[in-house]
């Protein structure tokens, strides 16, 4: 690996950080407020998406801006991507129906 | 207090007391069959000062009537033509009463009366001309950021936004605050699972049960709707929840404390910190829409006496704003580099390391005492002068009156 991969660190309690640039498997270099200098991505990651801080087991509260922005339904290993996949809101159901990559909502029929 | 918030411009006096950064005069249509000809004399006026707004139903709205007298009120606005057809609910003559109450030239007229759409134009041209000759003897006085107001939402967001944007403006709304100044940020539909945030940073006990019941009311609303305020391109560019975006665009209110919220329309009490809940009030039509377009938030900050608005957009959004300047900011440097001509500002250079937050606070700051010292944002330097006042229904109570 010899390109520079970088995410921002928000908080220092933060579990997930956000990917500057798409991420490959690799060593990842944390900005912002991070606690250790750098992360080795396990999967590809995104641009804008995050990537795991740590290994997150199901059902914890995943930790951005160090507040809980929703849950882990799955457990999630330090270094990989953290989307829709693997998390939901506590609130909004709708978007846990979502296609992952896309965004595009799947419950709505075109018939 | 650092040097840039000390700075000083002459703005204009108004008989409120309150001082205007722009010497506006307002042609508002009192329907959409009077749009062609109020547009056809601001075009025709051939002043860049010279601003359309208008109310497109006949059938009037409470809402929509308090907006436009809002505006007519605006500490940036010199003067009003009011220009109706003749037959519609909101009357253009009352509109006109009120501006003469703020002792602000006004006229008005219906284009039937007048003999229709050429005489109509003439008529109205003839006083424009007359009145931008009295509003150059406008009496100057000196202001600063003390007497400013600043309205900040944000609209095509990407990830940048709860990152730098946002983060820019949360850190300048601190500023403003600590200068004696007034912050006003939007969007409480984009604070959803943060009641407990702001209820902490409320200044007082009146301003937490303001904002725990409006912070209710969005959530009962979005509920209803089965809608959060997140579209699939949030999603798409890495926003996995409501939660998430929510706390992305509620740092761009900074850290001060939050002195209450207020309706639209209704401008802050005093200085300081506020929130603006645009969400309507329950009515018997249900909800209705919350902000259908950025103009439209645009519009509900300016209603509430914004001097200058602040569009956080990281996708690049291009539209501007009548009668407030709109200052449009984004934490993307890609799109700060391709969108250079509707861009005001990068914010991205907290991201990359090349400036810190404070650098890039007071670099914002320092561009907002420019526009206010006359200097054209781009989007006004460009034309942008959208507007967007549409059928709501929202009282201007912030609690249930007790009966």
Redesign the interface.
């Known amino acids: 690996m010899t390109k520079k991969q970088t995410a921002f660190v928000i908080e220092r309690a933060d579990t997930v950080a956000t990917a500057l640039e798409a991420l490959e498997p690799g060593e990842v270099q944390l900005l912002g407020d991070s606690p250790v200098p750098s992360i080795t991505a396990v999967t590809e990651v995104p641009k804008g998406h995050k990537i795991a801080l740590r290994d997150i087991p199901a059902e914890e509260n995943i930790i951005k801006y160090a507040i809980p922005i929703g849950r882990a339904t799955a457990d999630i290993p330090a270094g990989s991507w953290v989307h829709l996949h693997v998390m939901r809101s506590n609130y909004d159901e709708r978007s846990s129906h979502l296609d992952v990559r896309t965004g595009a909502p799947k419950d709505t029929k075109y018939e | 207090m650092n040097d840039i918030m000390k700075r000083t411009w002459l703005g204009y006096a108004r008989k409120n007391g309150k001082k205007g950064i722009r010497n506006r005069l307002l042609v508002i249509y009192t329907v959409k069959c009077a749009e062609h000809v109020a547009r056809q004399i601001v075009e025709r006026s051939g002043s860049d000062d010279v601003e359309l707004v208008g109310f497109d139903g006949c059938t009037d709205n409470q809402y929509a009537v308090n907006q436009i007298i809002s505006l007519i009120r605006h500490p940036n606005v010199g003067a009003v033509l009011a220009v109706g057809l003749g037959c519609e609910y909101m009357q253009p003559e009352w509109l006109a009463k009120i501006a003469v109450e703020e002792e602000k030239p006004a006229d008005w007229f219906f284009i039937q009366n007048e003999g229709g759409t050429q005489k109509a134009i003439d008529r109205g041209l003839k006083w424009i001309g007359r009145t931008l000759e009295e509003l150059k003897h406008t009496t100057r006085v000196e202001m600063g950021f003390s007497d400013l107001v600043i309205g900040a939402e944000c609209g095509g967001s990407?990830?940048?936004s709860?990152?730098a944007g946002n983060v820019v403006v949360g850190r300048f709304f601190d500023r403003l605050v600590d200068a004696g100044g007034s912050a006003v940020f939007e969007e409480i539909v984009e604070a959803?699972?943060?009641d407990w945030?702001l209820t902490s940073r409320a200044a007082d006990e009146k301003a937490r049960a303001e904002l725990q019941h409006t912070y209710d009311k969005a959530?009962d609303y979005?509920r209803h709707a089965?809608?959060?305020s997140?579209?699939?391109?949030?999603?798409?560019?890495?926003l996995?929840?409501?939660?998430?975006k929510s706390?992305?665009a509620v740092?761009k209110s900074g850290t001060r404390p939050i002195q209450g919220v207020i309706k639209v329309s209704c401008p802050p009490p005093h200085p300081g910190l506020w929130l603006l809940d645009s969400t309507p009030d329950p009515y018997f039509m249900d909800f209705g829409i919350t902000n259908p377009s950025d103009n439209e938030g645009l519009m509900d900050l300016t209603s509430i006496g914004a001097h200058i608005v602040f569009l956080v957009t990281g996708r690049g959004n291009v539209v501007g704003n009548a009668v407030a300047p709109c200052i449009k900011i984004t934490g993307n440097a890609d799109t700060y580099a391709r969108m250079i001509d509707d861009m005001d500002f990068n914010a991205g250079t907290t991201?990359d390391?090349s400036m810190s937050l404070a650098e890039s606070a007071d670099a914002l700051a320092a561009m907002a005492a420019d526009v206010a010292s006359g200097t054209p944002s781009k989007s006004e330097a460009l034309g942008h002068k959208e507007f967007h006042i549409l059928y709501k229904y929202q009282h201007k109570e912030v609690l249930p009156c007790e009966s």
Do not use: K, W
């Open positions: 990407d990830y940048t709860g990152l959803i699972g943060l945030f959530l979005c089965r809608q959060y997140i579209s699939p391109g949030n999603f798409a560019g890495g996995s929840t409501i939660e998430e706390m992305g740092v991201l390391g």
